[in-house]
């Protein structure tokens, strides 16, 4: 079997172990009642799998939950490397996929900054304790007792499920980790923001980078989509390596 080709047939049972049957877990706050929503997808079985199609098994949402009908994800370099396992032990199935963008399905009781039809995305986290100083700081990335990615993650704060990511037609996230989106947008162009836009954004507005500042990026797999429609907007210099642009082409 190839990595990367698509291959077998899709299977006839969920292979995702659902939250209603998951570990028990002290600090999982109590299961909403009712069945799990089965979500078609796409992700691997293995290191050697490829992506293949799959059906996961999504959470009743609960309170805070967010239940969100998938339009679009982005591909991320990350999703090749993860389900490869190339950084290290994977969880399998892997479904990959954290340039997430749809519409709200429905949403959970406490829920009252969405309604089903707004347009949201979600990036790279799903969770984090919410409680110590990095997450008060609204730093949840850098969570002291761990933040929780989209995918291939045990989520303590809901089970201990494997998180499973955006290659599937919807997921639940709580209110917390959901973004809204402007209706504006184009949504499949505004998926690759949620992780390639947002890393190569937050760089330049640390470091303050003003109008003709030449910069650089070396991360032509994750940040080049979303560079190379920065231009115009900034209208600031850029410059890749690999590959060198002509000087002609630079703007
Ligand atoms: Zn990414
Ligand atoms: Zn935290």
């Given at each position: 079997m190839t990595p990367g080709r698509p291959v077998p047939p899709p299977l006839g049972k969920p292979l995702v172990v659902?939250?209603?049957?998951?570990?028990?877990?002290?600090?999982?706050?109590?299961?909403?009642?009712?069945?799990?929503?089965?979500?078609?997808?796409?992700?691997?079985?293995?290191?050697?799998?490829?992506?293949v199609p799959l059906t996961v098994a999504r959470r009743v949402p609960k309170e805070d939950d967010v239940e969100i009908e998938i339009d679009f994800c982005g591909l991320c370099h990350s999703d090749v490397h993860a389900t490869r396992g190339e950084w290290g032990a994977q969880s399998y199935p892997l479904v990959p996929g954290h340039e997430i963008v749809g519409r709200v399905r429905r949403v959970g009781s406490a829920v009252d900054d969405f309604v089903p039809g707004d347009l949201v995305g979600v990036g790279c986290l799903v969770d984090s304790c919410r409680e110590c100083d990095s997450c008060l700081e609204g730093l949840e990335q850098?969570?002291?007792?761990?933040?929780?990615?989209?995918?291939?993650?045990?989520?303590?704060?809901?089970?201990?499920?494997?998180?499973?990511?955006g290659y599937s037609?919807?997921?639940?996230?709580?209110?917390?980790?959901?973004?809204?989106?402007?209706?504006?947008?184009?949504?499949?162009?505004?998926?690759?923001?949620?992780?390639?836009?947002?890393?190569?954004?937050?760089?330049?507005?640390?470091?303050?980078?003003?109008?003709?500042t030449w910069w650089a990026s070396s991360d032509l797999a994750d940040s080049a989509t979303w560079r190379s429609r920065s231009r115009r907007p900034w209208g600031?210099?850029?410059?890749?390596?690999?590959?060198?642009?002509p000087r002609s082409r630079r703007q």
């Open positions: 659902s939250d209603e049957t998951a570990e028990a877990s002290p600090a999982a706050p109590v299961a909403a009642k009712g069945m799990p929503t089965l979500a078609a997808a796409y992700g691997a079985t293995s290191a050697e799998s490829g992506l850098y969570c002291e007792r761990g933040n929780v990615g989209t995918y291939g993650v045990k989520d303590s704060w809901n089970g201990g499920a494997i998180t499973q990511g037609t919807s997921v639940v996230v709580d209110r917390r980790f959901v973004l809204r989106v402007p209706e504006g947008l184009d949504p499949a162009a505004a998926a690759p923001l949620l992780c390639a836009g947002i890393t190569t954004y937050s760089p330049l507005r640390y470091f303050d980078v003003e109008e003709g600031r210099r850029w410059w890749s390596s690999p590959p060198r642009m």
